[in-house]
């Protein structure tokens, strides 16, 4: 019984935590490692001859050496920014009428629609300004793709400065994820088309209404706009684990 409240009570005991090596156990003055500062001194030339020659230092298994950049993440990375550069080239917009189909892509948005700006703007003097916004994005998002690849890619004096230098990158593409983010805020709300619904009947378009909003945005929308987008997100998440 003695023996069992003895053992309860040690358990209790705040300071147990300290009994290890070197304190309680062993206790005392703990001796110098090295016999000698010569032998010192000739373990630190070692160590340091050793690195010259090799990535991973005697401690490899330290986490504070650990792989930043497997090959794993390198791989969704690349496919990441490939997807950039891709879909900022491929058709983001698909608008079908009676005349046919006319297909837009990213980086030239602008340019396409520009000679019906005039046209455009009579039905809402906002929707003129989508096109520079939309061609915005898709330059951003060619040149981050290539700024990625590059930084990935491009030849480092070490593997600090590539990954450094691959944290830029990728962190600064949390910009074209705001202006998504905020064009998707605008076109919840939407701006109104006045006659939108009788032009959409008479000129059979696909998608327009009353309204130019978020549906109107999701109809027109095709995948290589999800595809940059995406990008951005996957470049942008991993610029936090570097």
Do not use: C
Not at 46 to 72: C, D, I, Q
Not at 156 to 167: E, P, T, Y
């Amino acid at each position: 019984m003695a023996e069992k409240e003895t053992k309860n009570n040690s358990s209790l005991d705040p300071d147990i935590r300290y009994k290890y090596i070197g304190f309680d156990v062993y206790g005392g003055k703990v001796s110098e490692y090295f016999k000698s500062e010569e032998e010192k001194k000739k373990y630190e030339i070692s160590v340091e001859e050793y690195s010259k020659s090799h990535y991973a230092p005697l401690r490899s298994g330290t986490a504070v050496r650990a792989n930043l950049l497997s090959v794993r993440d390198r791989v969704v990375l690349t496919i990441a920014s490939l997807g950039l550069v891709i879909g900022s080239l491929f058709t983001w917009f698909k608008v079908e009428s009676i005349y046919g189909t006319m297909t837009v892509s990213g980086i030239l948005t602008f340019s396409s629609v520009s000679s019906l700006s005039d046209i455009i703007g009579r039905f809402n003097p906002m929707l003129p300004n989508l096109p520079y916004i939309f061609s915005g994005i898709a330059v951003l998002s060619l040149i981050f793709g290539v700024a990625s690849l590059i930084a990935m890619y491009l030849p480092a004096r070490d593997m600090d400065q590539r990954i450094s230098r691959l944290k830029h990158i990728l962190g600064w593409q949390y910009l074209p994820i705001v202006l998504w983010i905020g064009m998707f805020i605008w076109l919840t709300v939407g701006f109104d088309i006045p006659m939108g619904d009788e032009v959409a009947n008479i000129y059979m378009i696909k998608g327009l209404g009353s309204k130019f909003n978020i549906i109107t945005f999701w109809v027109m929308a095709q995948p290589a706009l999800w595809v940059t987008f995406a990008g951005h997100i996957v470049n942008a998440v991993k610029s936090n684990d570097l």
